[in-house]
């Protein structure tokens, strides 16, 4: 074991502050100068950090769950017989698809549909929830990138659900989504069967809130909250929650998605040209002028 003398310990406690002291110097002017420069710091730590957190966090998800391999042997036996439960009763349904997807087919084909193109997608694990610029996010741990890993800036992540948010940052194989319930996020959203515009805002809380809906057309309680395309960020129709009232003229949002424990997180990267839903004709003509929330 190397020990070091008194002298020399004290001099190296004296020199630390000021090591640390112009390291620090030395990141505020590089950061001056290159305004990516955090960016990139940002996104390699991550790329760095992101497989060390998955090995630590399985062990702790495995204490959160109190099962190992003892614990699924003696489950195996119920599993087994719910599994043929649900299979005989998959069976029935597959039989009802078979027929709908033969009548679809051919409703399609009398109306000549052109089907909307297929966005790629990943499939991602929450290894983290590090915070960082935004209060609510996650890291997610995805699959080396082929390309540019800046293409999956953007994206849509979902859960099995609904939305929970989107993709802000990405590297060569981590990439950060910035939750729906973040200040920073605001979703445009049709409400309802009609497709009411509004905006979804999030404000660090469980629930986001609707804003600037249409006048004289308040958000009804239990209507559904799809995505809208109105400013091209999101594909319209993909569900995000229902509207509730925590109190008068104060709608807010309930996910779909469980923000709260996410483990899996699938990354859809849409193309640019999406059709544009049609839309439900009303029996009476809608305002288009929005306003503030009552």
């Not at 057309?217 to 909250?225: D, L, R, T």
Request: hydrophobic share 45%; charged share 15%; aromatic share 6%.
């Amino acid at each position: 074991m190397l020990r070091l003398s008194v002298p020399f310990r004290q001099a190296l406690s004296r020199l630390s502050p000021v090591l640390m002291l112009m390291l620090s110097l030395g990141c505020i002017l590089i950061g001056r100068a290159d305004q990516n420069f955090d960016n990139d710091l940002r996104t390699g730590l991550n790329d760095i950090l992101a497989p060390a957190y998955m090995v630590f966090s399985a062990p702790i998800e495995a204490a959160e769950h109190g099962t190992g391999v003892i614990g699924h042997l003696f489950s195996l036996s119920e599993e087994n017989a719910q599994l043929r439960e649900q299979n005989t009763e998959l069976l029935q349904w597959q039989e009802v698809a078979m027929a709908l997807q033969a009548q679809n087919d051919a409703l399609k084909a009398s109306l000549h549909y052109v089907p909307s193109p297929m966005p790629q997608y990943s499939t991602g694990e929450v290894v983290a929830d590090t915070g960082g610029i935004y209060d609510r996010s996650v890291l997610v741990l995805v699959p080396p990138a082929n390309g540019d890993p800046q293409n999956l800036v953007g994206a849509v992540a979902m859960d099995g659900r609904g939305v929970a948010g989107r993709v802000v940052e990405a590297g060569a194989r981590s990439a950060r989504v910035l939750l729906i319930t973040d200040l920073n996020s605001r979703i445009p959203v049709a409400l309802g069967a009609n497709g009411a515009p509004a905006l979804m805002a999030g404000r660090n809380g469980p629930d986001p809130s609707l804003i600037y809906w249409s006048p004289g057309q308040p958000p009804a309680e239990g209507a559904m909250v799809l995505t809208s395309a109105q400013g091209g960020a999101f594909p319209p129709g993909l569900p995000i929650g229902v509207v509730h009232y925590d109190a008068q003229n104060d709608p807010v949002v309930l996910p779909l998605a469980s923000l709260d424990s996410l483990r899996l997180l699938r990354l859809f990267s849409y193309p640019d040209n999406l059709p544009v839903l049609t839309q439900i004709p009303h029996t009476k003509p809608a305002a288009t002028a929005h306003h503030g929330k009552h």
